[in-house]
């Protein structure tokens, strides 16, 4: 059996978005599933087809995608994951070219978190659900018989993601203490930011979709420490009174549903969010 055989995992996309039945935008759990037949007749009509992450059907497997953004193929940390790759042909070049997607086929239903990691300057994101991946080579990464694949390097940037968010924990932890002290003297008060964060999206194509984001196309906690990161980028602070006041006066905090609102305001969430930044 293939994965081209496995009808869930293909849906029906447009400008990155999934789109239903009736060609609308739609959430990723309706949009419309696409057989491997039809994806020629899908694109004839102008869309694409996009991988769905996360449990394949009721197969026991699980797929999952690094997107390693803007990537300098020469740098150590791309010849080791390189080293760790057992199936090449589910590695892709990105649409722009300027990145790969990997993608992890895994004998497993367990729900993983997305993350985030920066190796010395190299971005990547390791997507485990609630994601969806417009896929350039289609036709080749889904040709890969069904099989645990590329299984060694997901594990070990699973491990060492949760080596990184322990050590930047501990980081944060200090940086924190430094902020609180200067909040108790006297004189403090605090100034709101004067540039508003949308200005650097006209330049940050990456900031420009994570405002944009629609909260049931996005996994929100990811899209969450992703505008984290900007902001304390951006604003060259971790000061929690500064990110709480530019998170708050995004368009993507706007969308926020009640559930998603009261999880954003849960005691600890902005702190581990910055404490990974």
Same mark, same amino acid.
């Given at each position: 059996?293939?994965?081209?055989?496995?009808?869930?995992?293909?849906?029906?996309?447009?400008?990155?978005?999934?789109?239903?039945?009736?060609?609308?935008?739609?959430?990723?759990?309706?949009?419309?599933?696409?057989?491997?037949?039809?994806?020629?007749?899908?694109?004839?009509?102008?869309?694409?087809?996009?991988?769905?992450?996360?449990?394949?059907?009721?197969?026991?497997?699980?797929?999952?995608?690094?997107?390693?953004?803007?990537?300098?193929?020469?740098?150590?940390?791309?010849?080791?994951?390189?080293?760790?790759?057992?199936?090449?042909?589910?590695?892709?070049?990105?649409?722009?070219?300027?990145?790969?997607?990997?993608?992890?086929?895994?004998?497993?239903?367990?729900?993983?978190?997305?993350?985030?990691?920066?190796?010395?300057?190299?971005?990547?994101?390791?997507?485990?659900?609630?994601?969806?991946?417009?896929?350039?080579?289609?036709?080749?990464?889904?040709?890969?018989?069904?099989? &645990?694949?590329?299984?060694? +390097? $997901?594990? @070990?940037?699973?491990?060492?993601?949760? *080596?990184?968010?322990?050590?930047?924990? #501990?980081?944060?932890?200090?940086?924190?203490?430094?902020?609180?002290?200067?909040?108790?003297?006297?004189?403090?008060?605090?100034?709101?930011? &004067?540039?508003?964060?949308? +200005? $650097?999206? @006209?330049?940050?194509?990456?900031?420009? *979709?994570?405002?944009?984001?629609?909260? #049931?196309?996005?996994?929100?906690?990811?899209?969450?420490?992703?505008?984290?990161?900007?902001?304390?980028?951006?604003?060259?602070?971790?000061?929690?009174?500064?990110?709480?006041?530019?998170?708050?006066?995004?368009?993507?905090?706007?969308?926020?549903?009640?559930?998603?609102?009261?999880?954003?305001?849960?005691?600890?969430?902005?702190?581990?969010?910055?404490?990974?930044?």
């Amino acid at each position: 059996m293939k994965l081209k055989h496995c009808t869930d995992m293909f849906i029906l996309s447009k400008d990155k978005r999934p789109v239903n039945n009736l060609g609308q935008y739609s959430t990723i759990d309706n949009a419309a599933t696409v057989p491997y037949q039809k994806f020629k007749a899908a694109r004839d009509h102008g869309f694409t087809i996009s991988i769905k992450l996360g449990p394949i059907g009721d197969t026991g497997y699980s797929i999952y995608c690094i997107d390693c953004d803007h990537c300098d193929f020469k740098h150590p940390v791309y010849k080791w994951m390189q080293s760790l790759i057992d199936t090449p042909q589910l590695v892709e070049l990105s649409q722009s070219e300027l990145g790969a997607h990997i993608f992890i086929v895994k004998k497993t239903t367990e729900q993983f978190e997305t993350r985030f990691m920066d190796f010395t300057g190299q971005q990547l994101e390791v997507w485990t659900r609630v994601r969806h991946i417009v896929s350039p080579s289609l036709e080749r990464i889904v040709d890969v018989e069904l099989r &645990e694949c590329n299984v060694a +390097v $997901f594990d @070990k940037l699973m491990e060492l993601s949760d *080596e990184q968010e322990r050590i930047k924990a #501990e980081q944060y932890e200090r940086e924190r203490e430094k902020i609180y002290k200067q909040h108790m003297k006297k004189n403090y008060s605090f100034v709101r930011p &004067e540039t508003d964060i949308s +200005v $650097f999206a @006209k330049s940050d194509k990456r900031l420009y *979709e994570i405002l944009n984001s629609e909260p #049931e196309d996005v996994d929100n906690s990811a899209t969450d420490l992703a505008l984290v990161r900007k902001i304390t980028y951006y604003y060259d602070t971790k000061d929690i009174d500064i990110v709480k006041d530019v998170f708050e006066h995004t368009d993507w905090f706007g969308k926020k549903d009640e559930y998603h609102l009261k999880k954003f305001y849960r005691p600890g969430y902005l702190d581990r969010l910055i404490a990974l930044s």
